[in-house]
């Protein structure tokens, strides 16, 4: 039943039937009707409704309304700044469907669209049409967004059917979302909550999404659903997301992926990855992610991308599920990456399990700086190609298998500095046979391996077999835990040189400190010891490089062979005659090669050096006349 307020130009209804049960003759142009209810005077969907008598827009029942009669003359739904879904039908008790609604609000060209509280049902996804630009769903907290049974969408591209709650196409600008819970899928859901596709039909191979924002997201959806996004993205921001038991929850593909801004993700019982690709042709580039935290994560590299470039990860973590957990975890992997920056990231890792922290593929380049993995394997360099990784800080204790493990096709350059690669299960650092890599350690530590694996003599801190050059400067290297039970320090065959320049040993090796075919060349600064006088006396020349011996009687002594002597070692002798008198004759060990040697007067003293050539020790210098001590 309509009101007419008598001297002016407004109407009232209690309902859109009202509306559509007048005749149109009743109205003129420009006349203002105020409609109660959609469906009733206390429903939702109040608003002002202007006349407009040229209209012959079909009738929605929410935003057109034809009055009775034929020809033209509609009352369109006059919008404000911001517009809500229940002036459209929506029903916020998820009783029907909403679907319907929410795309007469979307198509309804308002800029903002408000949610209020409820929870939405879905039969059918939102599309966000071609053209449709500077779109905000917003709503005043967080919805629950619960979806019945949904037709499937295909999409020719996807890797199956897919549908979504919302699909957004071709160059979209200016999209927002905010204050969003998207939960409880049907069970005829089986895609992602937004969908992202290029062009008018199925093909999803451009970009899709430009210049979006999505904030305060809320994403539930089980295992065998789906992630929250697909598709192609440019200039977007996603910040402040929880998401729990999803699968992927960024599926990127298409062209474009740049410039997109990923922060504040907590993520719960998830499976598989935060971000992946759908194809190993998809790129990315400058994508910056800065805060993810998965927790109890059931399987898969939590980052698992190819192609990207320039992008930088910060403030990362990783735990997995205690117990039950379906696959093998990991942090990180990436194939063909560029210009990757890595910062602030912690995995522990079921080591039992064939897990791997961080695996580099192809031909990478990429820096990793301040970090902890305890996995099976920390780092795996497979499949790779001409590589160029640097890790500044990272600590890769307590991995069951290897700290890093080089498989034999991989090439480039490592760089390592300041990073532990100790307490491990059996080998520290693993170079397979036929690894051409060229590896610079600075100040990086080796202690302990075979960790629990008691009387394994092949346990090995550093097991080196590469074509390329392998330099350890200032390396700390042993054992100082009861439990490990490593047969050699170090284990040398590969093809290229190996240099330790300063090394710091620690403890004693149960066997020795290298084996293998390659003889490493030894720098070391000068370190002086004495060396406890006796009869027979030697010296280890992984530690000493001078050796100090105080002669206090007249009896004769020999000096033994050095132990542990490699190409290239130098060494010095200074005996001090403290003895009263004359010294007794000095022997010298078969391995030595030197002139007639006069032993020093009582109160004085001489010195004599040797260079080890890989057979014997050869003179190079002595004092020539006595010093007093």
């Given at each position: 039943m309509a009101l007419i307020q008598k001297n002016t130009a407004r109407f009232e209804f209690d309902s859109v039937a009202d509306v559509q049960?007048?005749?149109?003759?009743?109205?003129?142009?420009?006349?203002?009707?105020y409609i109660k209810g959609i469906l009733?005077?206390?429903?939702?969907?109040?608003?002002?409704?202007?006349?407009?008598?040229?209209?012959?827009?079909?009738?929605?029942?929410?935003?057109?309304?034809?009055?009775?009669?034929?020809?033209?003359?509609r009352f369109l739904r006059v919008f404000g700044e911001t517009v809500s879904v229940k002036d459209f039908g929506a029903d916020?008790?998820?009783?029907?469907?909403?679907?319907?609604?929410?795309?007469?609000?979307?198509?309804?060209?308002?800029?903002?669209?408000?949610?209020?509280?409820?929870?939405?049902?879905?039969?059918?996804p939102v599309l966000i049409?071609?053209?449709?630009?500077?779109?905000?769903?917003?709503?005043?907290?967080?919805?629950?967004?619960?979806?019945?049974?949904?037709?499937?969408t295909t999409i020719a591209t996807a890797p199956q059917n897919l549908n979504a709650i919302f699909i957004i196409q071709d160059n979209n600008a200016h999209f927002c979302m905010e204050n969003f819970y998207f939960s409880n899928p049907g069970a005829g859901y089986t895609g992602v909550g937004v969908y992202c596709k290029e062009g008018g039909g199925d093909d999803a191979s451009g970009q899709a999404l430009f210049s979006a924002m999505f904030k305060n997201i809320w994403v539930a959806l089980p295992s065998t659903n789906g992630g929250f996004l697909q598709g192609g993205l440019q200039n977007c921001t996603f910040d402040t997301f929880t998401v729990e038991a999803a699968k992927s929850v960024f599926l990127l593909e298409g062209a474009g992926n740049g410039d997109v801004f990923f922060r504040n993700f907590s993520l719960s019982m998830n499976y598989d990855s935060f971000i992946t690709q759908v194809a190993d042709t998809v790129g990315a580039e400058r994508i910056t992610v800065d805060g993810v935290h998965a927790y109890s994560h059931y399987r898969g590299r939590l980052f698992d991308v190819q192609n990207w470039t320039d992008c930088r990860i910060s403030n990362v973590s990783l735990d997995p599920i205690t117990t039950g957990n379906l696959g093998d975890i990991g942090l990180f992997k990436f194939n063909d990456c560029t210009g990757i920056s890595v910062n602030n990231f912690d995995a522990g890792l079921h080591t039992t399990k064939a897990n791997v922290g961080i695996e580099i593929t192809g031909a990478t380049q990429a820096?990793?700086?301040?970090?902890?993995?305890?996995?099976?394997?920390?780092?795996?360099?497979?499949?790779?190609?001409?590589?160029?990784?640097?890790?500044?800080?990272?600590?890769?204790?307590?991995?069951?298998?290897?700290?890093?493990?080089?498989?034999?096709?991989?090439?480039?350059?490592?760089?390592?500095?300041?990073?532990?690669?100790?307490?491990?299960?059996?080998?520290?650092?693993?170079?397979?046979?036929?690894?051409?890599?060229?590896?610079?350690?600075t100040d990086d530590e080796f202690v302990n391996a075979g960790i629990g694996t008691s009387g394994s003599a092949a346990n090995r801190n550093l097991d080196l077999f590469s074509s390329g050059d392998i330099v350890l400067t200032r390396p700390r290297i042993g054992q100082d835990d009861a439990a490990a039970d490593a047969g050699y320090y170090v284990q040398a065959g590969g093809a290229g040189a190996l240099s330790i320049i300063n090394p710091t040993w620690v403890g004693t090796p149960v066997t020795g400190y290298f084996t293998g075919a390659q003889s490493p060349v030894i720098e070391v600064t000068p370190a002086r010891a004495t060396i406890t006088y006796s009869t027979s006396m030697s010296l280890n020349a992984l530690l000493v490089t001078e050796g100090v011996i105080t002669a206090t009687d007249g009896v004769g002594f020999t000096i033994s062979n050095p132990t542990n002597p490699f190409a290239e070692m130098k060494i010095q002798y200074t005996i001090r005659n403290t003895s009263g008198g004359a010294l007794g004759a000095l022997t010298l060990g078969a391995a030595f090669k030197a002139a007639a040697w006069t032993q020093p007067a009582n109160g004085f003293s001489r010195s004599i050096s040797f260079q080890y050539d890989g057979t014997n020790w050869i003179e190079t210098s002595r004092t020539t006349a006595d010093i007093p001590n």
């Open positions: 049960a007048t005749a149109k003759s009743g109205f003129k142009d420009d006349q203002i009707a009733s005077t206390n429903n939702d969907g109040s608003g002002n409704f202007r006349y407009d008598a040229s209209s012959s827009a079909a009738d929605d029942g929410a935003t057109i309304i034809e009055p009775t009669g034929t020809g033209t003359g916020p008790t998820k009783a029907t469907s909403s679907s319907a609604a929410i795309q007469l609000a979307v198509d309804s060209g308002a800029g903002a669209i408000g949610f209020p509280d409820g929870d939405y049902g879905f039969t059918e049409k071609n053209g449709t630009a500077r779109v905000s769903l917003r709503s005043n907290s967080r919805i629950r967004t619960t979806l019945g049974t949904m037709a499937l820096k990793f700086t301040t970090g902890h993995i305890k996995s099976n394997v920390g780092l795996l360099f497979s499949d790779t190609g001409l590589v160029d990784v640097e890790f500044d800080g990272v600590d890769f204790s307590e991995c069951d298998t290897a700290a890093i493990q080089f498989t034999a096709n991989t090439t480039g350059t490592i760089r390592t500095r300041n990073c532990k690669f100790g307490n491990c299960g059996l080998t520290g650092v693993l170079f397979q046979a036929a690894a051409s890599v060229n590896w610079y350690s």
